[in-house]
């Protein structure tokens, strides 16, 4: 989850982003309950080529309803606009 959930109430806290004021002894600001918070980082990877191979270019529409030219990227699958 991404948010801070109260155990007791469900209370929802957001995160202030920072490791050290997330973690510890928190208390819900909707019923008083005290509870403690761990920290947990998913290590997240994104990967794309060196050097793109890009397909060759097609039209393709985007959300405003305009036409464009694109290629994609055989590998990776990155879009680059022409
Ligand atoms: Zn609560
Ligand atoms: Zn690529």
Do not use: W
């Not at 469900?10 to 509870?35: I, L, R, V």
């Not at 890009?54 to 405003?64: C, D, G, L, T, V």
């Amino acid at each position: 989850m991404d948010t801070i959930d109260c155990p007791k109430c469900d209370h929802e806290h957001k995160p202030t982003g920072s490791h050290e004021d997330d973690q510890g002894t928190t208390e819900c600001e909707n019923c008083g309950f005290q509870f403690h918070v761990e920290v947990e980082y998913e290590p997240t990877y994104s990967t794309s080529c060196i050097t793109h191979q890009m397909e060759a270019p097609k039209q393709i529409q985007a959300p405003n309803g305009e036409m464009i030219n694109v290629q994609f990227c055989k590998h990776c699958g990155r879009c680059e606009i022409l």
